[in-house]
């Protein structure tokens, strides 16, 4: 408690200042505030910014390094996760595509499979890229890597 009131409170800097204690497997500042385990950014904010506006809002980091540990004060906000999830574009932080540990392709080959759709069988796609047909039509109907069906729109409409 000592270092947030005397380190982190007091600091206005813009730098990113590190927590420099337990921290959870995602990088994050952790501690103990009444009994329970919790995240040093999301408290911090609570201190400087008052209450999350509803319990789904995160503490965002506009610096995109929470995962490093950051608690600058400065750098603290709350957002809802679909806001949080857009800076993590922004930032580069995010876990989609293949650097989500679950993805089964890459980038390149989910670019191909989106340049494939209407011009070969779904089943012949799969086959030849050695994934499932369920992959293939996730990614054709735009609920696998969505984000490059838009990107291929707006190139085409742009």
Known sequence: MRFIREVV???????CL??????????YGTLWIDGRM???SRYICELV????????????HSCGKGHEGCVTKGHLDWKTPAQNQADRIIHGTHYRGERNANSKITEAEAREILALKGVEPQCKIANRLRVSSQTVSKIHSGHSWAWLSVESEDRSNG
Request: proline share 12%.
């Open 9 to 15: 409170l007091g600091y206005d800097g813009d730098e």
């Open 49 to 60: 910014n008052g209450a999350p506006p509803t319990p789904e809002h995160e503490a965002a």
């Open 38 to 40: 919790a995240t040093a």
């Open 18 to 27: 590190a927590w420099p204690f337990s921290k959870s497997g995602g990088g």
